[in-house]
């Protein structure tokens, strides 16, 4: 190798270093962002006149456009260069967010531009794991990718009093704005990121559109309990087993599915997950309607349980190998059950009672994410690892939308008001009692089926 060369490349290096900040700046901002408008549903609701129900679907949209994008993404990086993927992914963030701030009035227009910024968001979040594995040396990946750990567990902290600090005191639309800040980053990730040339890839568009109309019909079947909607639902699921059972190229083959334990611990990761941000998506409406908070105190009480779930979630590894993938499991998930069943039962009697609950509810979910994910991939073989993880990411992301779509739905219900209970006599007291103890029975489910048919062999 030519001296020049050996230059080149040590210039090469020393600019991929720079690049790495600057893309782990770009996938926290990206990460407030998004949480940032998880825990305005309440006021935006309020200012559109319009049921739970409705409101749920800048969330559950926004959270499969993540899950999906996340797919894409990945694809689209073995033939198109991250530099270029990720200059589009703030084009669309910014499009979106300009998009919702001028027509702030229209709730149908601020969904659609939140779908369009949360595909740009999608990119952040998927290619920074792709250009670390990429372009670092293996003994230095291990503590980059710790970063992103941290750094999501960071941004969950930051968005939350983000969104309800500028909701309470600017207005939520003001959030939009804050998304340009993304903007800046642009011109150090076209002087930093190589320019690669792309080595052809493939994108099963087909696939992952039927895997979104399958989230979208059963979404829209939980909302509105309309049997055409059931059926599509359906014949989406038939026609993807189809697919994928004809076409070599589908993003994922029909042999997973041919896999009893990976389609079963799959299956109980997708119902527990549903519980997940259901709890989330429902926390600022239960405070403020039952003791009168508004969105920034809201969003001081979810500290402790963010910052709690983030050294549990490091710790999660050890945890694991010290008792073993089942019992991690099986006791995160009877935590996740105690903790939405304290709220359920003890609904008014002291916000302190939801710190204490939400603190639980999240250390179990970060316990649980390591040991459930290394059980279901450890079911497939080493070389289709990759797949397995992408496809068990979408469908928690698809997970969480639907469970935001049914405590939506639950929450319009007027029979869930009925005083099941006895002891609590205020309608809308029973109303997050009763929600609160069904996603408690649905946790519960969750680690029944666990323990029959994987925990106790």
């Not at 027509?103 to 779908?115: C, G």
């Not at 009672?353 to 649980?368: E, K, P, Q």
């Amino acid at each position: 190798m030519t001296t020049s060369s050996l230059n080149k490349a040590g210039v090469q290096d020393v600019t991929i270093k720079k690049a790495v900040p600057v893309l782990l700046l770009l996938f926290v901002l990206c990460l407030v962002i998004d949480n940032s408008f998880k825990i305005i549903s309440v006021d935006m609701a309020k200012d559109f006149g319009i049921s739970a129900t409705t409101v749920s679907w800048q969330s559950t949209l926004a959270g499969l456009v993540i899950g999906i994008g996340a797919v894409v993404y990945a694809a689209l990086a073995d033939s198109i260069s991250i530099r270029r993927l990720l200059s589009i992914g703030i084009i669309l963030i910014c499009a979106g967010s300009l998009m919702g701030y001028v027509f702030q009035h229209s709730f149908t227009l601020v969904v659609i531009a939140r779908i369009i910024q949360t595909a740009g968001l999608a990119a952040a979040e998927t290619l920074y794991v792709i250009f670390v594995t990429k372009h670092l040396p293996e003994k230095e990946q291990k503590k980059f990718l710790g970063f992103s750990t941290s750094s999501y567990a960071l941004s969950l902290v930051i968005g939350s009093l983000t969104g309800g600090y500028v909701s309470t005191y600017l207005h939520w639309t003001s959030l939009f704005l804050v998304a340009l800040i993304t903007i800046i980053l642009l011109p150090f990730i076209l002087k930093y990121l190589p320019k690669e040339k792309g080595k052809g890839g493939y994108v099963d568009v087909i696939g992952l559109f039927l895997v979104g109309v399958i989230a979208a019909f059963l979404m829209l079947y939980i909302s509105g309990f309309n049997w055409i909607y059931l059926f599509v639902f359906i014949a989406a699921i038939l026609l993807f087993l189809a697919y994928i059972s004809k076409n070599s190229k589908a993003f994922i083959g029909i042999s997973f599915f041919k896999n009893k334990r990976f389609v079963t611990l799959l299956a109980v990761a997708f119902v527990i997950y549903t519980v997940q941000l259901a709890y989330i998506f429902l926390f600022p409406f239960l405070l403020e309607n039952i003791y009168g908070m508004k969105l920034d105190t809201i969003s001081l009480l979810l500290i402790p349980a963010y910052v709690l779930s983030a050294t549990v979630g490091a710790l999660s590894g050890k945890v694991a190998q010290f008792l073993g993938s089942k019992q991690s499991i099986i006791t995160a998930m009877a935590g996740i059950t105690v903790s939405v069943l304290l709220g359920g039962l003890f609904v008014q009697s002291s916000v302190v009672v939801f710190v204490i609950s939400m603190i639980l509810f999240s250390c179990s979910f970060a316990l649980m994410y390591a040991p459930m994910i290394d059980s279901c991939v450890s079911t497939i073989a080493k070389e289709n690892s990759g797949t397995a993880v992408g496809f068990y990411n979408l469908v928690l992301n698809v997970a969480a939308s639907i469970g935001i779509a049914y405590t939506a739905a639950m929450m319009d219900s007027p029979s869930m008001k009925n005083n099941f209970l006895g002891y609590i006599h205020l309608a809308n007291a029973s109303l997050y009692s009763n929600i609160l103890l069904i996603l408690s029975l649905i946790s519960a489910f969750s680690l029944v089926v666990y323990w029959g048919l994987v925990g106790r062999k």
